[in-house]
C-alpha cells in the first residue's frame, strides 16, 4: 500500500518541522530531495481546542490522505504538544534518536524525541528540535564540530562522534526583546528598522560585550553611551544586539574550552533573521563561522527517519 | 542671620537625600548628629509641572522658613531635575565634589556632583547619590576599600587613597524586574512573598550563577529546573535572584583583579531590600560583608559640606 502510494505520488516521505508558532511540511521523494512543501500558522500555541489531527489534515492539504510516512520535529513532541516525546539524554546518537521516536495514538506522525543535557552541577538544559537540524548537519560537518543555532534561545552545541555530547542554550534573543520594550535602556532608543548586523553600532556592541566578563555591567553601556551622546537613538537597539551577541560568544568559547574543544570554526544553522547577526559577530572576535543549510531540519528528518526504518 | 536661625532652631544645616522616587529632609545640628528627619513622596519623576521651588517647601514644612544652608545628593541634580550639576571625572576626591557642587537659581539649594568613570574602553559609567553614601564611609572604612551599594542599578565602586578610582554599574535589579514580569523564566514562577535572602533556592542560584560565565545561559536555568521539577514554584523567583546577584559578584571580582583589587572584604551600603540578599550571597562565595551605616548619604553630605564651607 505504501509503496503503491509512494509510486503514484512521487512522494516518499512527508518531513513536518512544527514550532511553537508555525508548522511547514515538506514532501520528500525517494533520492532524499525535497519537492514541494506548504507552510500553516498552525504552531503549538496557535491550535485551537488542542486539535492537532485536524491541524495536519489542514497543513497537509491533498497530501493528507496519502498513505505516507509522516516524521516530524519541534515543540509538537512537548508537554505542550501532540504527545510527548520524552527527552532523551547526551551523549546522544542518531540511533538513540531513531529508538525513541513516538507515535501519535492513531499513528497519524511519528514525532523526534528532544534532548537534555545536564552539566556538572546537575542543572539540566534542554532541545526540542534543533537536535534534528544538528543531525541534518552531520553529511557536510563530519562528526566533531561545534554549531550555533541563533533564535529567541539559541544554542550552542558540542557534536564529538557524531554524538551530541553537550550543549548550552543562551536566552540572547528573549533578553534583547525584553530589555529594548521594558528595562530603561529602550527609553533612550528609537525604533527602526537598522540593519543592526552591518552597523557599526552593532560591532562595537560585539568588542565591548565580548570582553566584559560582566554582561549585567556591559548592558547599561547602552544606557550610558547614548546619555552622554556618544551613541545615537538609532543605534542603541544594534549596540545592544551587538553585546548580547558578543557576550554569549565569549561565554560559549569559556565553556567549550572548559570542555578541550575550540571554536576556530562553528557551524552557524538556521533560517531565524538573527543567524546574520551570528554571521558578522563570530569573525569578528576571531571565529571563522560557516553557514549551515536552510534546511537542516529536512535533512535531519531524512537521516534519523532512515534510522527509524520510516524511510 | 543664619547664626541666630541655627542658635534659635538647633539645626545647623538641612542634608536631603532626593531620588527619582521619594526625598528625605535631616535636620543636622552642630555636632553632626540627626536630629529630625521629613520625608514625602516628591521624587523628582513624582514632581507636577517641575515646580522644585514648590516640592521642597512642601518637604521641608516650617523648617522652609529657616535661613538655614540646604544641601542635597541624588537625581535632584540630574537633567530631569531642578538643575543639572554635571557629572566630575574619577578618580575623585571630597574636595573635588564639593568645588562642583551647584547651586539653584535662587540658591533655595546646592546640590552634590555625580559621578563618571570612563572604561579603558572609553564606555562611560554614571552615579548620582551614591557617590555621597561613599563619601558618608569613609569615616568607618579608611580611605581604601570595596564597596557595593545594592539597588535597581546596583554600583561596585573602588574607592583608594580616599577617591573613587573606579566604578561599574550592574542592572542586576532591574534585570530581575524584567526577566520575572516578562520573560519566559516567570511563566513557571509562583508569585509569593518569600524571603528570597534565607532560601536555600536562593543560596542555589547563587552557586550557579557565580559559576557561570554566560549568564545569557545561567538565568535558562530557571527554567529548566522548574520544567524538571527540580525547582518549586514559588522557589523560581529566589533562584533567578540568586543566580543574577551571583553572576553580578563573580563579575565585580573579576573586574577587581584587573584592577589589582581583591574583594575579601566588602562594605555593602545602603538601605535597600536588597542588601539583606548582598549580605548572605557574598560570604557563600568567600567575601565577607561589612554592612554600611543607613544614613550614609547624611554622613556623606555632612562631610561634602564642610569642605563646601556649608557647615
Known amino acids: 500500500m505504501i509503496a503503491q502510494e509512494r509510486e503514484r505520488s512521487g512522494i516518499a516521505f512527508i518531513a513536518i518541522d512544527w514550532g511553537t508558532t508555525s508548522a511547514r511540511a515538506y514532501a520528500v521523494d525517494a533520492s532524499g530531495a525535497v519537492t514541494a512543501t506548504r507552510h500553516a500558522p498552525l504552531g503549538v500555541q496557535q491550535i485551537q481546542g488542542a486539535d492537532f489531527a485536524q491541524a495536519l489534515d489542514q497543513l497537509l492539504g491533498d497530501w493528507a490522505t496519502l498513505e505516507i510516512p509522516r516524521f516530524a520535529a519541534g515543540m509538537i513532541g512537548s508537554r505542550q504538544g501532540w504527545i510527548e516525546a520524552p527527552y532523551v539524554d547526551c551523549p546522544a546518537t542518531l540511533d538513540v534518536l531513531a529508538q525513541h521516536v513516538v507515535w501519535t495514538p492513531e499513528r497519524e506522525l511519528a514525532i523526534v524525541p528532544g534532548l537534555l543535557y545536564r ?38 552545541v558540542h557534536v564529538q562522534r557524531g554524538r551530541v555530547a553537550a550543549f548550552q542554550t543562551f536566552m540572547t534573543g528573549e533578553a534583547f526583546a525584553v530589555l529594548m520594550e521594558h528595562s530603561i535602556l529602550g527609553r533612550l532608543a528609537a525604533r527602526v ?25 556591559a548592558t547599561f553601556g547602552a544606557r550610558t553611551l547614548a546619555l552622554t551622546g556618544a551613541l545615537a537613538a538609532h543605534d542603541v537597539p544594534g549596540w545592544l544586539s551587538g ?30 533573521a538573527l543567524v546574520g547577526r551570528y554571521a558578522t559577530a563570530l569573525p569578528a572576535v576571531g571565529v571563522r563561522a560557516v553557514p549551515g543549510p536552510d534546511d537542516a531540519v529536512v535533512r535531519g528528518l531524512i537521516r534519523i527517519g532512515r534510522h527509524a526504518g520510516l524511510l
Open 119 to 156: 552539566d556538572e552541577s546537575g542543572v539540566p538544559d534542554v532541545m526540542r528540535g534543533e537536535e534534528t537540524q544538528i543531525a541534518g548537519m552531520l553529511d557536510d560537518a563530519g562528526d566533531d564540530f561545534i554549531a550555533v543555532l541563533p533564535g529567541t534561545h539559541s544554542k550552542w
Open 193 to 217: 528598522a537598522n540593519d543592526a548586523a552591518g552597523s557599526e553600532a552593532f560591532a562595537a556592541g560585539v568588542a565591548y560585550g565580548s570582553a566584559q566578563a560582566g554582561l549585567l555591567h
Open 243 to 272: 553585546c548580547l551577541i558578543g557576550n554569549e560568544i565569549a561565554a560559549a568559547r569559556g565553556w567549550l574550552a572548559q570542555r578541550a574543544a575550540t571554536i576556530d570554526v562553528v557551524r552557524v544553522i538556521g533560517s531565524s
